[in-house]
């Protein structure tokens, strides 16, 4: 069974830093794209940031220079690098994993979400 262990969220004042970190169990054959997304109140799921395998990003405009996303391959681990935090960064976050089942098939997972709250 693959589990998603998400960690760091919580509140913060605007213009303040969080680290989110997310820690797969089980890697089966290995772990491609790895990622976070956000669902603020009232709207879509939407992409902050993804990794692939290689170290190639994408990251959302909404939030460019302000977070850096990075993995670590040996912990199985994503995180999430978040500066300047602002209300409208408030969100629940949620990890997302592409991992290699056997040694053609990817199957995406997902974290059980961890709250991340801008406010004064």
């Known amino acids: 069974q693959v589990q998603l262990v998400e960690s760091g969220g919580g509140l913060v004042q605007p213009g303040g830093s969080l680290r989110l970190s997310c820690t797969v169990s089980k890697r089966w054959f290995g772990i491609n794209t790895m990622g976070w997304h956000r669902q603020a109140p009232g709207k879509e799921r939407e992409l902050v940031a993804s990794i692939s395998s290689g170290g190639s990003t994408d990251v959302s405009d909404s939030v460019k220079g302000r977070i850096t996303i990075s993995r670590d391959n040996a912990k199985n681990t994503v995180y999430l690098q978040m500066n300047s935090l602002k209300p409208e960064d408030t969100a629940v976050y949620y990890c997302?994993?592409?991992?290699?089942?056997?040694?053609?098939?990817?199957?995406?997972?997902w974290g059980q979400g961890t709250q991340v709250t801008v406010s004064s």
């Open positions: 997302n994993l592409n991992l290699w089942i056997t040694a053609t098939t990817t199957r995406d997972y």
